[in-house]
């Protein structure tokens, strides 16, 4: 069973751009949860999908958002990009059928210049 | 007070002891809790999960909980220099949305 996929891996924008990142869950997984994670502040939760509905929402400012398709992909979007949204960016997804155990994609790491 | 607090480490071990690691968190409503493993550049695996009061074991992995007092702990038996990592403990609230401990990196001595 293939695991959570998030493209790109790497990404290097300017500050100003705008920047979407992309995560396909494990299949039959329908909840799909985004994290930024920095060695400043670590693991902060962005928001939480679930069929196509954004259920939860971390302490994040308005520039980030998200959305989930019908066949439970996610991309997130942070516009107008500042230099310390530099980050490992990182899609968990959940059955939810059995638990809420959370299973992480690689993750993708957003540099902001 | 942080939601989640784990001590950063080092937690130093010889090869074939038991590692120890503690987490105590704050909300009494936390519902699931979780351990997850990070190498360096790597993303969380998630090795252990435990819903209920007392332990949970599986392979070298033990995973406890005491709502009571608000902490869960995770042990690693027969250590191994391959279990060298951060040790991130991950609380629930039941608003489907982890909250993180900063993590324990854990070294074990060969």
């Known amino acids: 069973k293939a695991g959570v996929t998030q493209t790109p891996r790497y990404l290097i924008k300017t500050r100003g751009q705008q920047v979407t990142l992309s995560c396909s869950p494990i299949?039959?997984?329908?909840?799909v949860s985004w994290y930024q994670q920095t060695p400043g502040q670590g693991l902060q939760f962005l928001f939480e999908?679930?069929?196509?509905?954004?259920?939860n929402k971390g302490n994040f400012p308005g520039r980030f958002s998200g959305r989930q398709f019908s066949n439970s992909r996610s991309e997130m979007n942070v516009s107008t990009l500042e230099l310390g949204d530099s980050a490992l960016y990182l899609c968990?997804?959940?059955?939810?059928?059995?638990?809420?155990?959370?299973?992480f994609g690689q993750g993708t790491r957003l540099t902001v210049v | 007070q942080k939601e989640v607090e784990q001590n950063s480490g080092p937690l130093s071990v010889p090869e074939g002891a038991i590692a120890s690691l503690n987490c105590t968190y704050s909300?009494?409503?936390?519902?699931?809790f979780f351990w997850y493993r990070q190498y360096s550049g790597k993303s969380p695996e998630l090795i252990m999960f435990i819903y209920s009061n007392g332990d949970k074991e599986d392979g070298r992995f033990t995973a406890q909980l005491n709502k009571a007092s608000q902490y869960v702990s995770l042990l690693i038996r027969d250590s191994q220099p391959s279990d060298s990592a951060t040790y991130l403990c991950a609380v629930d609230t039941g608003r489907r949305a982890l909250t993180f401990g900063s993590g324990t990196r854990l070294q074990v001595q060969p």
């Open positions: 999908y679930f069929s196509e509905t954004q259920r």
């Open positions: 909300d009494r409503g936390s519902q699931s």
């Open positions: 968990a997804s959940s059955s939810l059928a059995t638990g809420t155990e959370a299973f």
């Open positions: 299949s039959g997984h329908r909840s």
